[in-house]
């Protein structure tokens, strides 16, 4: 599973950063397609649009969208820095297929990058592109269409390039990453900002407390004791509807959140790995059923 981002670069200082981020003495790999010296891909970038009329907006008092920065993520499980199959060169070749595939008619440059969270402490691989917004065969600029359709044609390219290279899908409902942690939103890291708990933190925090209690607690059914102790501190427990995971609803705002969106510990297994039940597989079928008792 590779996930895709894109950020339009729509001014001369984006697009400066953009550079110096792609410039980085610190890249592990780079390559570009149709451009005469790689290492003035920017300049080269800017010469291009310059002689076509795209360095100005196209339409009066719009914004004129320089270029694309993409970065194609990979899942840290399939980097060979942890033990899987996508080395540097894959990585790179991967995005070369990509880029090739979409932007054929466009200068494009790209660098590989090895980046490492701090909250838990994984590195992964990822490959910055820039796309310039010129079309060398139409000499028009680039345009996808609509915003979220163009999103949605992206996600669909790369999970077409995820089967083909053999690397793993995507799962709604599941967590896809076994070493690296759900990481905070920028809502959350707002709000801890100003001294608050959001209810993400307030149901963790909860979950937390209660997972000793109910692994010290007499009653044979660990599950119902965990829901009875967070139904104390104000959070109720359920089975999702799908039946593939926990949802953990905080009663005071009515805030419902599927326990893979927490981060690590709180899937269906993760909770039943944190209760002591040894039988993982057996577990979740259980935890369905004593659940709705």
Same mark, same amino acid.
């Given at each position: 599973?590779?996930?895709?981002? =894109?950020?339009?670069?729509?001014?001369? !200082?984006? &697009?400066?950063?953009?550079?110096?981020?792609?410039?980085?003495?610190?890249?592990?790999?780079?390559?570009?397609?149709?451009?005469?010296?790689?290492?003035? &891909?920017?300049?080269?970038?800017? *010469?291009?649009?310059?002689?076509?009329?795209?360095? *100005?907006?196209?339409?009066?008092? *719009?914004?004129?969208?320089?270029?694309?920065?993409?970065?194609?993520?990979?899942?840290?499980?399939?980097?060979?820095?942890?033990? !899987?199959?996508?080395?540097?060169?894959?990585?790179?070749?991967?995005?070369?297929?990509?880029?090739?595939?979409?932007?054929?008619?466009?200068?494009?440059? &790209?660098?590989?990058?090895?980046?490492?969270?701090?909250?838990?402490?994984?590195?992964?691989?990822?490959?910055?592109?820039?796309?310039?917004?010129?079309?060398?065969?139409?000499?028009?600029?680039?345009?996808?269409?609509?915003?979220?359709? *163009?999103?949605?044609?992206?996600?669909?390219?790369?999970?077409?390039?995820?089967?083909?290279?053999?690397?793993?899908?995507?799962?709604?409902?599941?967590?896809?990453?076994?070493?690296?942690?759900?990481?905070?939103?920028? %809502?959350?890291?707002?709000?801890?900002?100003?001294?608050? %708990?959001?209810?993400?933190?307030?149901?963790?925090?909860?979950?937390?407390?209660?997972?000793?209690?109910?692994?010290?607690?007499?009653? =044979?059914?660990?599950?119902?004791?965990?829901?009875?102790?967070?139904?104390?501190? !104000?959070?109720?427990?359920?089975?999702? %509807?799908?039946?593939?995971?926990?949802?953990?609803? %905080?009663?005071?705002?009515?805030?419902?959140?599927?326990?893979?969106?927490?981060?690590?510990?709180?899937?269906?297994?993760?909770?039943?790995?944190?209760?002591?039940?040894?039988?993982?597989?057996?577990?979740?079928?259980?935890?369905?059923?004593?659940?709705?008792?």
């Amino acid at each position: 599973m590779t996930a895709i981002k =894109q950020k339009a670069v729509c001014s001369p !200082g984006h &697009w400066k950063n953009v550079a110096k981020y792609l410039d980085d003495e610190r890249a592990l790999a780079r390559a570009s397609q149709n451009l005469a010296d790689e290492s003035r &891909w920017a300049a080269e970038m800017d *010469a291009t649009r310059e002689a076509y009329g795209h360095n *100005a907006p196209g339409k009066k008092g *719009a914004k004129c969208t320089y270029a694309y920065h993409q970065v194609l993520a990979f899942n840290p499980d399939e980097c060979s820095c942890n033990g !899987g199959r996508m080395t540097p060169e894959a990585c790179m070749e991967y995005a070369r297929q990509y880029v090739e595939g979409r932007y054929g008619a466009h200068e494009a440059a &790209w660098v590989l990058h090895l980046e490492h969270c701090a909250a838990d402490g994984t590195d992964r691989y990822a490959v910055h592109v820039v796309v310039n917004r010129t079309n060398l065969e139409t000499g028009k600029r680039l345009n996808e269409g609509r915003s979220k359709n *163009a999103k949605i044609e992206r996600a669909n390219a790369v999970r077409d390039m995820d089967a083909k290279w053999g690397l793993a899908q995507m799962r709604e409902g599941e967590r896809n990453c076994r070493i690296h942690a759900q990481q905070p939103t920028k %809502r959350e890291l707002a709000i801890a900002a100003r001294g608050a %708990r959001s209810d993400k933190q307030y149901i963790r925090e909860a979950v937390a407390a209660s997972m000793p209690e109910a692994r010290a607690c007499c009653e =044979q059914n660990k599950v119902r004791a965990l829901a009875k102790s967070l139904d104390a501190k !104000g959070v109720e427990m359920h089975v999702a %509807r799908d039946g593939k995971g926990l949802t953990f609803e %905080r009663k005071s705002t009515g805030r419902k959140v599927r326990g893979y969106k927490l981060g690590r510990g709180y899937s269906m297994a993760g909770i039943a790995k944190g209760l002591g039940i040894q039988a993982a597989k057996l577990a979740v079928r259980s935890i369905d059923e004593e659940m709705e008792r």
